[in-house]
């Protein structure tokens, strides 16, 4: 299932640096993150709102403290904050 998780500031990452996108898109397939950037014009199966959130594709465990001594982090990495917030917003529209 392709997912599109859109309006919200996304961490995208260029290769060089970490850069803010606001209003940006992150789409994932199963675990994998397939775009992150301002627009996609493919084909989903589902959309998230994530207006007022940020979205941090690549982070695997927020907990940690990242950039503390390491390499920059990549949005490559397949499971994702984006992941996550799919999954809670899942289970929120299955409450009564």
Known sequence: MRTLIQGGD??????????LIR??????????IVAVGRT???PVDR???ARGML????FINTHVHVGIGSKPLSSSVA????LMLARRSEAASTRP
């Open 10 to 19: 996304v961490v995208g990452f260029d290769g060089n640096e970490h850069r």
């Open 23 to 32: 209003d940006g898109v992150v789409v994932f397939e199963d675990a994998t």
């Open 40 to 42: 996609y014009a493919g």
């Open 47 to 49: 959309r998230i709102d």
């Open 55 to 58: 979205i941090c594709p690549g």
């Open 79 to 82: 499971t994702s904050t984006a």
